[in-house]
């Protein structure tokens, strides 16, 4: 009862070339250090492994709802006033969430300002009418999910952009799983993160405003000029420290609350050198749009002033002498070069939506990447080297057959992991050691089963047989509660975990093929070649 | 060789042992969880800041916790690392409280760093204006060379790239020696005699090295509690549900019972001794379930065969025999996958060290239970339906089956 094995034996030996190939790509040469750049060039090490810097923050997505909503409360008034309207004030209901209340709304007019409204807004706001000659607008329920996503969404590419300009290589921005408004930031190789925290962080929001009163020393000084309250329509601004022609730093503004300019509208930016004094600033250029309004601004304006604001602090103030296009400096005298060029290439990748905060950081040095490879790879090989003892003596001859199905698993798992580019993290060299383990325990079903249909009276082929046929169910049971486990923990699991789920399932995939196919095709080829009546050494 | 030839142990009738005994380690476990150690939890899912750093002798540790004092850090914790096979590895671990907001997560790592650099190595006046070694990453230290220009190679991009590759060099060196530099005499081995003479002039090595930082929020800290807890849940369900499937509900419930035993007296054990739990811990105790698991099916598969070949015996027979049928397996595949989780445990280093001593325990006691809990389960059960007049109806199968 011999078998036609060669079919199979040809497959196994192209899945073994195949997964080889998987591991290693085509190396350079066979050197010990040709063979490792190949395996790392196509295995790629977690940051746990490599050293680097992992980040969550979160985007504060209720600010860039507000923005919009101030943004717009400023826009209705224009258009109502387009309209021969007029209101007595516009502004954010301070008491509801994203909502916008107009009060003193002439009453015979009250159609009239329902129908512009509707037209304008109507896609974004709900519109409706209250008591006292008040009209609320509260922006839709779905308009706020799609601001909100969108501010995430142009977040990230900000990040990008911004951690890109500063030379780190293969870098993970992403939306982070656990909560709506998080994103992941890995850094690898990066051990000293706070520069780039810093630069990520910046908002880089630059407006310029109109300026209607001040300086004044302090806020309260302003207050008392302002008469003990500040018009709805502006806001009170500190200047930036070293702000230089503020004159002396930390004075206190009057601005006009919508902003001429926004961040928006800058198209580019330099770091350049003063001409007069040689201190470094910053030049900026805005969009054509932006340019063309802020021209005919100017142009209307002369003699009065304007400021630039970056991040809620007044840099300059300069007056109005004459009609601007599309152009402004930044120089706040405390500027150095490095200053420079990093806010010329944030206001270049354009402001943050809204602000980040930092919610975890881990840093991992290179050192502490470098021994845990060396100490989980020699736990890998410890290991394996006691299973594979293992099994050789216990079931001796059969013992070469569960360890070559073992090192074939193992080969088939790190080839899988090569083709796939997934990420070797620390859980997951554990992954792969306890695949050796939980792997071997399906030879040892098989095997003790083929022991025990021997000690019944069955011939070594059936056995063999008997063995493989009783022991498939159970095998698949086990593997599949396993995998179940491990989908789990993909789902739930972050980072390194998700790395031990990965290798975990993708071994015991391997080892269904392993631990059955293969593991049988050598014991059909062996009992070819047996001797009738010969005995199996198991 | 053979282990377990004909084994005939009546493990039914020692099931009071076994509930003695389960009863006594999850009893512990829980009393240490609820008025003990509690569950000590990682900077994971605690919070605050933790610093790793290593030192090139003993540290001294109430000069270390006088200097934080000092520095007006409160709720300082600092403790040594000891095992991953090493006697001493001079390092400590610094752990914070949590802040109460996300603004001030940095500010207990930069505490920490000034404590450390003032008591180690920035005060002495010879240090001033110097590059520690020790901690310099890759980028500054190439930088800070390009710009010293020892070999006086200008500001071309093949010098750049001629002192990245030192920089490089250097690091390499450093990694090699778990982040601390002997002697800045030996980076000769590395680098060019020109970088060498500019680090020994303008070079210093603080004796100590920061090799990894962990700040959590407490948000994040708050989500990731949840997902674990979440995550658990979800997998004794699968399991629950899969084992429905393919059995019958009350082997299902049985098998989850006892996994949930393990789980139980694997988080009882990290209270017990005290150790932390992280995420890599939870993904281990996941594991588990999975691998507990495993044990008991096989277990139940020649249950439900041999209840196939003979209806006429009692239960509680065929229990013994399947358990004495499969106690070979049982035993070899344990053991083996423990030798593999042994190996990680003393070999694995210090940062797995939580997620293998899980499994260790883990193991023993999943495999203790799928003889000493699960089986008995499902003879008491029917035993109870018995004992109401019902007829048993324990199935051999849903169908038949090869």
């Known amino acids: 009862m011999r078998k036609n094995l060669t079919q199979k034996i040809v497959l196994i030996f192209a899945v073994l070339i195949v997964f080889v190939f998987g591991i290693f790509g085509i190396p350079k040469g066979l050197s010990g250090t040709a063979l490792k750049n190949a395996i790392l060039d196509r295995i790629h090490l977690g940051l746990d492994l490599k050293g680097g810097t992992h980040l969550i923050l979160q985007v504060m997505t209720d600010e860039a709802v507000n923005f919009a909503i101030t943004n717009d409360a400023a826009h209705v008034q224009t258009d109502l006033q387009q309209n021969g309207i007029t209101v007595s004030s516009v502004i954010p209901d301070t008491a509801h969430p994203a909502t916008i209340l107009i009060s003193g709304a002439p009453p015979d007019r009250a159609g009239d300002i329902r129908s512009v409204l509707n037209q304008r807004y109507g896609n974004q706001y709900d519109v409706s009418s209250g008591a006292n000659n008040t009209f609320t607008l509260t922006m839709k329920p779905s308009a706020i999910a799609d601001l909100k996503k969108n501010t995430m969404d142009h977040s990230i590419e900000v990040i990008r952009q911004r951690v890109d300009s500063l030379g780190v290589s293969e870098p993970v921005i992403a939306p982070y799983s656990l909560g709506s408004d998080q994103i992941l930031v890995e850094l690898p190789g990066v051990d000293d993160p706070a520069r780039v925290k810093d630069v990520i962080q910046s908002t880089a929001r630059l407006e310029i405003h109109e300026v209607q009163g001040g300086p004044w020393p302090d806020e309260q000084a302003a207050l008392q000029a302002l008469g003990g309250t500040v018009p709805y329509d502006s806001i009170l601004l500190h200047t930036a420290p070293g702000a230089s022609a503020a004159g ?15 961040g928006t509208d800058i198209r580019d930016a330099q770091a350049s050198r003063n001409q007069n004094t040689n201190e470094p600033e910053v030049v900026f250029y805005l969009t054509t749009a932006a340019g063309n309004h802020f021209a005919e601004f100017t142009g209307a304006n002369k003699g009065k002033s304007l400021c630039i604001v970056l991040d809620n602090k007044i840099q300059e103030v300069a007056t109005i002498h004459d009609q ?32 980040i905060h930092y919610l975890q950081e881990s840093t991992v040095g290179p050192s502490l990447g470098a021994d845990s490879i060396r100490q989980g790879v020699l736990a890998s ?58 792997g071997v325990d399906s030879n040892v079903l098989i095997f003790e089963r083929i022991r025990e249909e021997l000690r019944a009276g069955k011939s070594p082929a059936a056995a063999v047989d008997q063995g493989f046929a009783h022991a498939w169910t159970t095998i698949i049971d086990t593997h599949v509660t396993t995998i179940v486990s491990a989908a789990i923990l993909f789902i739930f699991g972050t980072g390194p975990v998700r790395g031990f789920a990965v290798t975990l399932t993708f071994g015991l995939l391997a080892n269904l093929f392993t631990a059955v196919f293969v593991s049988r095709v050598i014991f059909d080829s062996h009992l070819n070649k047996m001797q009738r009546g010969a005995t199996l050494s198991i | 060789m053979e282990l377990f030839r004909e084994v005939r142990v009546d493990w039914l009738g020692k099931k009071w042992y076994f509930l003695g005994f389960s009863l006594i380690f999850s009893v512990a476990g829980v009393l240490s969880l609820l008025f003990w150690h509690g569950l000590p939890q990682d900077v994971d899912f605690r919070g605050g800041t933790v610093v790793r750093v290593k030192f090139d002798q003993q540290p001294n540790l109430d000069h270390i916790r006088a200097a934080a004092d000092k520095a007006g850090l409160k709720d300082v914790r600092i403790q040594t690392i000891v095992g991953g096979g090493q006697s001493t590895s001079n390092e400590v671990i610094i752990s914070l409280a949590h802040s109460a907001n996300e603004e001030s997560l940095d500010q207990g790592r930069a ?20 590059l520690d070694l020790d901690n310099a990453g890759q980028a500054t230290l190439a930088g ?31 990694n090699a020696r778990s982040g601390i530099i002997d002697s800045i005499d030996n980076l000769g081995t590395v680098t060019t005699p020109a970088v060498l003479a500019e680090l020994k002039q303008d070079a210093f090595l603080s004796g100590f090295t920061i090799r990894n930082v962990e700040i959590v929020g407490p948000q994040v800290g708050a989500q990731l509690k949840k997902q674990a807890l979440l995550a658990t849940l979800y997998s004794l369900a699968g399991m629950l549900v899969y084992l429905w499937f393919r059995f019958e509900l009350i082997y299902g419930v049985a098998a989850v019972v006892a996994v ?13 001794t005290n150790q932390e739990v992280s995420l890599t811990v939870i993904a281990a105790i996941l594991t588990l379930v999975g691998y507990s698991m495993n044990d008991t099916i096989v277990v139940f598969d020649r249950i439900r065969e041999n209840l196939r070949l003979t209806r006429r015996e009692p239960l509680a027979d065929i229990v013994n025999r399947s358990i004495n049928q499969t106690l070979s397996r049982t035993v070899l595949t344990s053991g083996l996958t423990f030798l593999t989780v ?11 060290h939580g997620f293998s001593f899980a499994l260790v325990v883990g193991i023993l ?23 109401r007049g019902k007829a048993a109806v324990l199935p051999a199968a849903k169908k038949a089956r090869v």
């Not at chain 1, 002396?248 to 926004?262: F, H, T, W």
């Not at chain 1, 601007?324 to 939506?353: C, F, H, V």
């Not at chain 2, 093949?158 to 490089?168: D, G, L, N």
């Open chain 1, 248 to 262: 002396s730093p930390n004075q206190v503004y009057q601005i006009k609350r919508a902003a001429e300019v926004a």
């Open chain 2, 342 to 352: 042994l190996s990680l445990y003393l070999f694995g280093g210090e940062v797995l």
């Open chain 2, 365 to 387: 006691i999943g495999t203790y239970s799928s003889i000493a809990v699960a089986a008995p389960m499902l003879v008491a059960y029917q035993e109870w339906r018995q004992g």
């Open chain 2, 260 to 272: 949930f035993h393990d789980t139980l007296i694997t988080v009882g054990a990290f209270s017990l």
């Open chain 2, 111 to 130: 505490a920490i760093l000034q404590t450390l650099e003032a008591n180690y190595a920035r005060n002495s006046a010879a240090n001033q204006g110097k």
């Open chain 1, 381 to 438: 090989i410890v290991g394996m080297l006691a299973v594979l003892i293992f099994m050789l003596i216990y079931y001796r001859g059969s013992g070469i057959n569960a360890d070559l199905a073992l090192i074939l698993n193992l080969v088939i798992l790190l080839g899988f992991m090569g083709f796939t580019g997934s990420v070797l993290t620390l859980p997951g060299i554990a992954g792969v050691i306890l695949t050796i383990g939980m």
């Open chain 2, 144 to 174: 800070w060379l390009a710009e010293k220009d020892p070999e006086h190679l200008g500001s071309s991009d093949a010098a750049q790239q001629h002192y990245a590759q030192q920089a490089e060099a250097i690091v390499g060196y450093r």
């Open chain 1, 324 to 355: 601007i296009r599309d152009t402004g400096t930044i120089s706040g005298g405390s500027m150095n070069e490095q200053q420079a060029k990093d806010l010329s290439m944030l206001l270049r990748t354009g402001a943050l939506p809204a602000s």
